[in-house]
């Protein structure tokens, strides 16, 4: 086995939180190094890695880290709970620390581990102001004018929440890539199916903006657990199953809160030719 590491390669990490996988690069301690072209080479899971997300790590000021979300289409996205608790399980992991803070571009975040193994996030607070979403014009948030009657909320990125009777039955990648470019969002939507199990339980599935179907999204289980609560469907506080398993959600007057299992799969290291290839 090669034991050097020739110079000009990069280390990476691979995790999961409910199936929702990540490839991580740690950048602290040097510039940020992902590009839109190492985001889709690395995405692609036949000639790269493959990922739903890549995080990358980086200082920060004021907090314990920094995280830049990127799809596997080499787009950013603004806001990835299910990445947020994987990295924020590794930092406290190597600091020994119970919590932590962090900087995304929606802004200042928290994690902490709970007892029961599980770790959580404060997503912050809902945006629920069409510009900010973003919607194209002023529209109705509870009720956007489309088939289906969907919700919008903001998590640091757009989500449209639809409520029906089985999410089961639902196509979701037909309705999920018509949605996500509809005219209505101006930077594309992230597209949730949801039905109402209980007034603390929802089934939910997802088509994610620049990815496609994932087994889970926590920044999805947020939205849909905010306009959940709106519709009057549920409580503040519901579990959610997704297709990977079970998250927890609690809104409550700081932000949504997003509870689950995390995983470190394995690390291992991009060759120089292939970085090189990506640039
Ligand atoms: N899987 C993520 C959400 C990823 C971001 C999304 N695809 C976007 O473009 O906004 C999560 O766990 O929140």
């Known amino acids: 086995m090669l034991e050097t ?21 740690d950048s602290r301690g040097r510039g940020a190094v992902v590009t839109p072209a190492l985001a889709r080479a690395l995405g692609d899971r036949n000639r790269g890695v493959g990922f739903d997300q890549l995080a990358e790590i980086r200082d920060a000021v004021g907090a314990d880290f920094a995280l830049d979300f990127w799809n596997s289409d080499g787009t950013q996205a603004g806001a990835c709970g299910n990445a947020t608790r994987c990295v924020s399980d590794f930092v406290m992991r190597e600091t020994g620390r119970q919590a932590v803070t962090l900087v995304t571009a929606r802004g200042g975040l928290a994690a902490v581990r709970r007892g029961d193994g599980l770790v959580s996030v404060n997503m912050g607070p809902p945006v629920l102001d069409w510009r900010e979403v973003p919607l194209a014009r002023e529209v109705d948030l509870l009720h956007l004018p489309l088939a289906g009657d969907p919700v919008a909320v903001g998590m640091g990125n757009p989500h449209a929440v639809f409520f029906v009777p089985d999410a089961d039955a639902v196509d979701v990648a037909g309705w999920g890539a018509r949605v996500e470019h509809d005219p209505l969002f ?26 496609g179907i994932t087994l889970a999204c926590g920044s999805g289980a947020c939205a849909t657990a905010v306009a959940a609560h709106q519709r009057r469907l549920t409580g503040r506080r519901m579990v959610m199953d997704v297709d990977g398993g079970r998250l927890e959600l609690d809104w409550r007057d700081d932000g949504v809160w997003m509870t689950g299992p995390v995983a470190h799969v394995f690390d291992g290291w991009l060759s120089p030719d292939f970085v090189a290839a990506a640039r």
């Open 5 to 25: 590491r020739p110079p000009g390669g990069l280390a990476f990490m691979k995790m999961h939180g409910l199936g929702n996988d990540f490839v991580v690069i």
């Open 186 to 211: 101006p930077a594309r939507t992230n597209v949730e199916f949801a039905s109402v199990v209980g007034p603390d339980h929802l089934r939910m599935r997802v088509w994610e903006r620049g990815t």
